[in-house]
């Protein structure tokens, strides 16, 4: 599945395969801003119009953006806080995005090797597993 994102006039583009309502992200390096379905995860929420577009044809709203923050457990087994910044919401979607030029931009670098992810930043290390159904990776969070 390839959706283009424009909201308001800014065309944001993402590629991703849709696998149920969860608390998994999938890492998506042409998607250019963080994406969610879950409205209750999104902190300093703003209102912001524009859709997405699914596949070339099918349109999904964006209603909001604003601040995520998720509880993850990093490669040395501590427990932390991920701060995601200008994370768009699509009610309509099931599946969540992390977005690797939008961590780039706060500074996080991303090593990707067979079957696993990492991102990293001075104070973080977080792995990703690539999903053997699908080939892609995801990171597996709690909402704070």
């Known amino acids: 599945m390839v959706a283009v994102v424009t909201p308001d006039k800014s065309i944001v583009s993402l590629a991703a395969q849709a696998s149920g309502l969860d608390f998994t992200w999938i890492v998506d390096s042409g998607c250019t801003r963080h994406i969610t379905q879950h409205a209750e995860w999104i902190k300093a929420k703003?209102?912001?119009g524009g859709t997405i577009t699914v596949g070339g044809k099918n349109k999904s709203p964006i209603s909001a953006v604003g601040r995520v923050?998720?509880?993850?457990?990093?490669s040395k087994g501590a427990n932390k806080i991920?701060?995601?910044?200008?994370?768009?919401?699509?009610?309509?979607?099931?599946?969540?995005?992390?977005?690797?030029?939008?961590?780039?931009?706060?500074d996080f670098c991303f090593t990707f090797k067979?079957?696993?992810?990492?991102?990293?930043q001075s104070t973080l290390q977080e792995k990703a597993n690539i999903a053997g159904h699908a080939d892609l990776y995801q990171f597996d969070v709690n909402p704070t």
């Open 46 to 48: 703003q209102p912001m």
């Open 69 to 74: 923050e998720l509880k993850i457990v990093d």
């Open 82 to 106: 991920l701060k995601l910044n200008d994370v768009l919401y699509a009610p309509q979607l099931t599946f969540s995005l992390r977005s690797v030029p939008a961590a780039v931009k706060q």
């Open 114 to 120: 067979r079957g696993v992810c990492i991102k990293h």
